[in-house]
């Protein structure tokens, strides 16, 4: 039977501003599919001619991304290198030990285990490994910053463990350690999670662990929001502190979407191994950790630092300029590279939803966030989080920060009058062209 392909293709084209490999790539795609092709084209204009805004997204270099889509997605390889329950693994085990390698030395550990798919997945490994079900959870509840996976009910968190919640200290909406050893004290946790979603405070996980060692728990340290800052030294790390780390490999750390388990101990790493597969996945996914891997060494270069300190110095400025302009930030500020914007400060009747709705017509992607005893449900909210890792890729510094911060004010102010999200949009368009995406 014939194979062959038609190549007349009724596919428009990729973007201008796209590199040549890309461009190469789409075009391919739209000679054999032109639907698919249509739609990442237009996935990949918005992302060149919008401001990405989302803490916990960012863009890849294209190395990265055109590793994701090799030969390596092609095989089965179920087990661990040197370990395989399918032959023809000779080069998934050699990139699979590249990233594990380049894991290690990043965050100066002596275990990494990159099979995850996810950070979920991550956690999930992580708690089958320390933890019996029933056993008791001390963690931060997501309404107030953590993350679904650290106890919401619905979540295999809440459904199998006794969730026992830690809170901000109302007044400055930070973590209050003696009242988190107090609360731990009370309820003798198994295990104890810090790293969250969307707080945007220095996180000490030295006294996190002197509170886990007082109680006879276990700590352990999600910084999947955190982890590129972690693995440049801008914040401090969990090691030596945490028992387990877990951490997805995108956001900050600037990869694909993944997950990663790291340790120091050697036992634990040998429960999580056993977790991830075959306890809670099957086959990895190998296309993934190809570019975790080269993330990985991109991440260990010298400029992979002075990017992060420019996302913390970004943060800063964007911060500081939505301060000038009315905006109450919660817990006063940042330290990281997100920050928590409660609109009713500038607007009681503001909520997220809309402001999440309008920003994105002026060509700005934010996601609305509850905000500490948020009164208003998840789909609504009183807040933003906003973040700065993939505008600090693009390029974007300190000035344009401000300008940001007024194209912001210029579409809520106007609560999304379409005449100035057009101006607003265009602005930015012509804007995005001179900081354009990572080639």
């Known amino acids: 039977m014939s194979t062959t392909v038609s190549t007349k293709s009724a596919f428009s084209g990729a973007p201008d501003t796209m590199d040549q490999i890309s461009a190469d790539v789409l075009e391919h795609i739209g000679s054999r599919d032109p639907e698919a092709a249509r739609i990442l084209a237009e996935e990949a204009r918005r992302q060149e001619t919008t401001l990405e805004l989302i803490a916990s997204e960012n863009h890849v270099s294209s190395t990265v991304m055109h590793s994701v889509g090799t030969w390596m997605t092609n095989k089965y390889a179920e087990g661990y290198p040197g370990k395989r329950y399918y032959g023809g693994c000779t080069w998934h085990d050699a990139i699979e030990d590249l ?42 509840p997501i309404k107030s910053g953590g993350h679904l996976s650290h106890g919401l009910k619905p979540n295999f968190s809440g459904t199998f463990y006794n969730i026992v919640d830690y809170d901000l200290d109302p007044e400055t ?44 728990a276990y700590l352990m340290a999600d910084i999947a929001h955190i982890a590129g800052l972690v693995a440049s030294g801008v914040h401090p790390s969990p090691f030596p502190h945490a028992h387990v780390v877990t951490t997805t490999t995108h956001k900050t750390l600037r990869g694909p979407r993944g997950g990663l388990v790291l340790s120091d101990d050697e036992e634990i790493a040998k429960l999580v191994d056993r977790k991830v597969f075959p306890g809670s996945q099957g086959g990895p996914l190998m296309h ?50 997100l920050m928590l914007v409660d609109l009713r400060g500038r607007d ?86 001179d900081f354009p995406l990572p080639h």
């Not at 050893?181 to 662990?209: H, M």
């Not at 911060?319 to 990281?336: F, I, Q």
């Not at 939803?353 to 994105?360: I, K, S, T, V």
């Open 348 to 433: 009681a009747d503001l909520t997220g939803a809309d402001a999440e709705r309008w920003l994105e017509a002026a060509g700005m992607i934010v996601n609305k966030n509850g905000i500490p005893n948020d009164p208003r449900p998840p789909m609504v909210t009183s807040g933003l989080r906003l973040g700065t890792p993939a505008l600090t890729t693009r390029g974007l510094k300190e000035p344009e920060m401000v300008r940001v911060a007024d194209w912001l004010d210029r579409v809520m102010t106007s609560k999304g009058d379409e005449a100035v999200c057009d101006a607003v949009r265009e602005e930015i368009r012509v804007f995005c062209g």
């Open 99 to 140: 990233a594990r390698d380049r894991a290690k030395a990043l965050f100066n550990c002596a275990f990494a285990n990159v099979q995850p798919h996810c950070g979920a997945n991550a956690n999930i490994a992580a708690f089958m490994a320390l933890l019996k079900p029933g056993d008791t959870v001390l963690s931060l």
């Open 173 to 216: 909406e930070r973590l209050d350690y003696d009242a988190i050893r107090a609360i731990a004290r009370e309820c003798k946790p198994r295990l104890i999670i810090c790293g969250y979603s969307a707080y945007s405070r220095t996180i000490d996980f030295a006294e996190f662990r002197s509170i886990a060692d007082e109680v006879g």
């Open 288 to 337: 993934a950790i190809t570019g975790k891997a080269i993330a990985f060494g991109e991440a260990l270069t010298p400029e992979f630092r002075s990017y992060q300190e420019q996302v913390v110095a970004n943060a800063r400025a964007l911060a500081e300029a939505l301060v000038e302009k009315g905006y109450r930030l919660c817990s006063g500020g940042t330290d990281n590279h």
